[in-house]
Nanobody, 125 residues
Framework: QVQLVESGGGLVQAGGSLRLSCAAS????????MGWFRQAPGKEREIVAA?????????YYTDFVKGRFTISRDNAKNTVYLQMNSLKPEDTAVYFC?????????????????WGQGTQVTVSS
């Protein structure tokens, strides 16, 4: 079992920044990939970014966040972060982190085994 707890969401004006954190606990040594997803009201959940949990820090970003969001990890703290800059109103969503126990492509939207409870990000115009 892996437990994931997100934090760092909130209300920010367009152009502002937020940093989300995802603290992992439990059997984290089995984790291959950590991903950040988001779901806006009335829309399907979509991947935002992903990274390998250990070893070479390969990353993936979906097109609409490239250059604005940065995923990072601190293995000593068992935490993965999502730094979000130049936020736009369309970034408003509930953001989730997820952990995959299988080695799947970083761009994969399926194959995640554990999910956090989500944290709300609201960007005002």
């Amino acid at each position: 079992q892996v437990q994931l707890v997100e934090s760092g969401g909130g209300l920010v004006q367009a152009g502002g920044s937020l940093r989300l954190s995802c603290a992992a606990s439990g059997r984290t040594f089995n984790v291959y990939t950590m991903g950040w997803f988001r779901q806006a009201p009335g829309k399907e959940r979509e991947i935002v970014a992903a990274a390998r949990w250990s070893g070479l820090f390969n990353t993936y970003y979906t097109d609409f966040v490239k250059g604005r969001f940065t995923i990072s990890r601190d293995n000593a703290k068992n935490t993965v972060y999502l730094q979000m800059n130049s936020l736009k109103p369309e970034d408003t969503a509930v953001y989730f982190c997820a952990a995959a126990l299988r080695l799947t492509p970083l761009s994969a939207t399926s194959g995640y085994d554990y999910w956090g409870q989500g944290t709300q990000v609201t960007v005002s115009s």
